[in-house]
């Protein structure tokens, strides 16, 4: 079955909403564990605008399944990253203005400095990944940097409303993947995603680890965190049934 992995970050966003000690996402990353989750995803911002540091520090030492940090790609994120060694970084590019990510990460424009950067992160044994939308141009420089595995943004796809629209950009992320998987590039998929649009994400073969974070979080507010993760999982499962 395709992997979940759980984005704790909102977590913190409610926590910092009152500058205080909870909810902790550390508690949330260790529910999500036990309701099934494959692995945890925390985004370090640069304006700390949700997760800290010392929730980065708390979170490794806690669960027991493989850690993501997401983080731009910028030096002072990676000299945590290789402080902490988490299982896998994937870099995603950040706006201060911006209320959550809007776009995938530009490889082609700096391809020379990712390929170092991911020989930085190979020395520590890191796997390498990167956010970026269902793009060939994209898909191809960041083979070309070296990294392990590209996640595709589908932010565009959950902002459809169904018909010819949603079916075109379903579209896009199925060539997207083929294609990275053709390069050996390993596939994963997030942003935006719910249960309801997730299945068709999930179908899609080459697509093997799906992040998702906001819609976990706002259904744990009604219905608790375990039963929002379980309930994901289920989709995901119905999805990739044979």
């Known amino acids: 079955m395709t992997r979940l992995f759980i984005n704790v970050d909102h977590v913190a966003t409610l926590r910092e909403a009152r500058k205080t000690v909870e909810p902790d996402p550390v508690i949330a990353a260790q529910i999500a564990e036990r309701a099934g989750a494959d692995g945890i995803t925390l ?18 030492s806690a669960i027991t ?22 299982y896998q970084v994937s870099l995603v590019p950040e706006k201060r203005q911006e209320i959550t990510t809007e776009g ?67 579209e896009k992320i199925r060539n997207a993947a083929k294609e990275a998987s053709r390069l050996g590039l390993r596939v994963f998929a997030g942003h935006g995603l719910n249960n309801e649009n997730v299945t068709a994400i999930a179908a899609i073969a080459e697509i093997e680890e799906l992040n998702i974070g906001h819609n976990i979080i706002a259904r744990a507010v009604y219905h608790g965190m375990e039963k929002a993760v379980k309930d994901m999982l289920l989709a995901i499962e119905t999805a990739t049934a044979p």
């Open 43 to 60: 985004h370090l911002r640069e304006d700390r605008r949700h997760i800290q540091d010392h929730d980065l520090e708390r979170i490794h």
């Open 104 to 170: 995938g990460l530009d490889v082609c424009s700096q391809e020379a400095r990712l390929t170092l950067l991911r020989e930085r992160f190979k020395t520590e044994g890191i796997l390498f990944s990167l956010f970026i939308d269902a793009d060939s141009r994209q898909i191809e420089a960041a083979k070309r940097t070296g990294a392990e595995s590209i996640e595709i943004n589908t932010g565009p796809y959950s902002e459809t409303r169904g018909g010819r629209e949603t079916a075109a950009e379903l």
């Open 65 to 86: 399944t493989p850690l993501n940090l997401e983080m731009a790609p910028v030096e002072e994120m990676v000299r945590i990253a290789l402080k902490f060694r988490p």
